[in-house]
């Protein structure tokens, strides 16, 4: 059975920063490219970054680039987000979502979330 | 950036009804277009993908169509555990991007 279980998320303030974990298991992981998309309270879903199996490929959403940094463990089966220079608009829940069929970047399995909240 | 619009916003309709959710795209996204749907408090769950292609353990009353910049998420007859929000999401191009949801709720 596929897993994914995020950790890291808190209260920050802006300008801090933060690592969220997702622990995935049940498939193999090195096989599967791997992304974070984030909610924020109420509102729609926004795709934040995506690596590939191998770690080599890495994409992010305009928003967050040069403050957030995505990256693997594949010895762990592990994925990770470094969220740098936090903004309150960065507040939401974040969900690491595993991709389809390897490097499709559509995902069939979803995280529960964690929840990151920017505010002083 | 391509932007997805989805329409209506709202959808209110009773069970046994169709429910038919457009996806529409500011330029093509050939056939790579997907629809998740959230029930609160969940994550996203995958409903089709590729336009057309239902995901694994998805009933045969959901359905997909369309290619290129236009696209039709169809629910022949609402069961009481489809009242619930529908993204679409293409993955024709970076960055990748979602609509902004129609809400399918309890006429």
């Known amino acids: 059975e596929v897993q994914l279980v995020e950790s890291g998320g808190g209260l920050v303030q802006p300008g801090g920063s933060l690592r969220l974990s997702c622990a995935a298991s049940g498939f193999t992981f090195i096989t599967y490219a791997m992304s974070w998309v984030r909610q924020a309270p109420g509102k729609g879903l926004e795709w934040v970054s995506a690596i590939s199996g191998s770690g080599s490929s890495t994409n992010y959403a305009d928003s967050v680039r040069g403050r957030f940094t995505i990256s693997r463990d594949n010895s762990k089966n592990t994925l990770y987000l470094q969220l740098n220079s936090l903004r309150a608009e960065d507040t939401a829940i974040y969900y690491c979502?595993?991709?389809?069929?390897?490097?499709?970047?559509?995902?069939?399995?979803w995280g529960q979330g964690t929840l990151v909240t920017v505010s002083s | 950036e391509i932007v997805l619009t989805q329409s209506p916003a709202t959808l209110s309709l009773s069970p046994g009804e169709r429910a038919t959710l457009s996806c529409r795209a500011s330029?093509?996204?050939?056939?790579?277009l997907a629809w998740y749907q959230q029930k609160p408090g969940q994550a996203p769950r995958l409903i089709i993908y590729?336009?057309?292609n239902r995901a694994t353990g998805i009933p045969a009353r959901f359905s997909g169509s369309g290619s290129g910049t236009d696209f039709t998420l169809t629910i022949s007859s609402l069961e009481p555990e489809d009242f619930a929000l529908y993204y679409c999401?293409?993955?024709?191009?970076?960055?990748?991007?979602f609509g902004g949801g129609t809400k399918v709720e309890i006429k």
């Open positions: 590729d336009a057309s």
């Open positions: 330029q093509s996204v050939s056939s790579y």
């Open positions: 999401q293409q993955r024709s191009n970076w960055p990748l991007t």
């Open positions: 979502a595993k991709d389809r069929g390897g490097s499709n970047y559509d995902f069939d399995y």
